[in-house]
């Protein structure tokens, strides 16, 4: 049997929601989803376009999107490897809490399916002792974890902050009753969902950390406690003025640009030459286009967002690449936050292709910093 192909899922996915007379569902799926015996989840959040980012942790670490149209979920994915690919066509149930049906992958293999919701968004009330506008300074921590400041913002966003003031992680925090709550993020190249309690009140909180949605597992403990936190000027949507428009993008004089349409702001030159893994991660820890401090590497996703096949440029290396030209690559090849094993993703801005090279191979490749815009 041949493997199925992005292509054919894709077909198969469209013509069948074409011929869905279901209307669009108001249900919300965002969150996280178990599918396994052995701790195995989906998490779903929101694209711009009515969609879902699905994102796995467990068997194969996949990547895709979702859908949900009437109570039909669809999930269209690909392992972090590339080596399988698939589909999930599943029912949503009334309550919106299980959904039912059938999953089938390119090894081949098929059968039924059935994820339980175990993250809920919540009625969108916050534990104002805890979380709302409230910022903590982590003072016992284990070692290998990060410490310095988690800043939580009433928008459901929260930060993670050194000991300098420098933003180095961004998330969603969900309150799921009384004193818990989950959080997901993207962090030294890796997407993670933790889950957090808090014990006690006042500057005596004990912290605890789970890997597991049921809060059955945990795996860290430290103290924290309520802090004041002076950080830099970090404007919330850019002071300097626009110098120029190409549609949806938007080039200011301090060298950003802002895509409109996702809300990301990229700086507008790459680094220059050629550069591996590590030094793209420094790179775009330590820029400060348009003094902003929580600039960070793509994700492949981000990346493949900026390729537009009707736009060309020559890059300094030789290769033409499709993208607004307000921002500049020196050559075709961004290296993107997405791990797997000793390989790192990137973006072809030549082909339009998502790619994986050694985590050690330099050629072409690019640091292309981005930050979520305020």
């Known amino acids: 049997m041949k493997n199925l192909s992005f292509t054919k899922i894709f077909l198969f996915v469209v013509v069948s929601l074409l011929v869905t007379t279901l209307p669009l569902a108001a249900a919300d799926i965002s969150g996280v989803w178990k599918h396994g015996p052995s701790g195995e989840n989906w998490t779903f959040t929101p694209n711009n376009e009515g969609t879902y980012r699905a994102v796995e942790k467990g068997f194969g670490n996949a990547r895709g999107t979702a859908v949900l149209i009437g109570n039909r979920l669809v999930i269209i994915y690909a392992t972090l490897d590339k080596a399988v690919t698939g589909f999930y066509d599943l029912a949503l149930s009334e309550n919106g809490q299980v959904a039912e049906g059938q999953y089938r992958d390119s090894r081949p293999a098929s059968g039924p399916a059935r994820l339980i919701r175990v993250d809920l ?99 860290r403990v430290g103290h924290i406690a309520p802090a004041s936190l002076q950080r830099g000027k970090r404007p919330s949507v850019s002071t300097a003025n626009e110098i120029k428009r190409d549609g949806r993008f938007i080039a200011y004089s301090d060298g950003t640009v802002l895509d409109t349409k996702t809300n990301l702001m990229w700086a507008a030159n790459d680094n220059g030459s050629n550069i591996n893994l590590q030094s793209v991660k420094s790179y775009c820890a330590n820029y400060r286009g348009g003094g902003y401090t929580d600039w960070r590497m793509p994700t492949q996703d981000e990346l493949s967002g900026l390729y537009d096949n009707a736009k060309t440029y020559k890059s300094e290396c030789g290769y033409d690449v499709h993208l607004t030209e307000l921002i500049h690559l020196t050559c075709c090849c961004p290296l993107a936050s997405d791990i797997s094993g000793s390989d790192v993703a990137y973006f072809f801005f030549t082909p339009g292709t998502r790619r994986w090279t050694s985590q050690s191979d330099s050629s072409n490749a690019r640091a292309l910093p981005v930050r979520y815009a305020r």
């Open 121 to 219: 968004r919540g009625s969108g009330d916050v534990d104002k002792n805890y979380v709302n506008n409230m910022t903590w300074e982590i003072s016992v921590y284990p070692s290998n974890a990060f410490s310095g400041y988690w800043v939580f913002l009433a928008d459901r966003r929260v930060e993670g902050v050194d000991p300098s003031g420098r933003v180095v992680w961004t998330g969603i925090w969900r309150h799921l009753g009384q004193n818990r709550y989950s959080y997901e993020f993207d962090y030294q190249g890796s997407h993670n969902v933790e889950y957090v309690e808090f014990v006690g009140q006042g500057r005596s909180v004990e912290l605890r950390g789970y890997s597991d949605p049921s809060f059955g597992n945990q795996h």
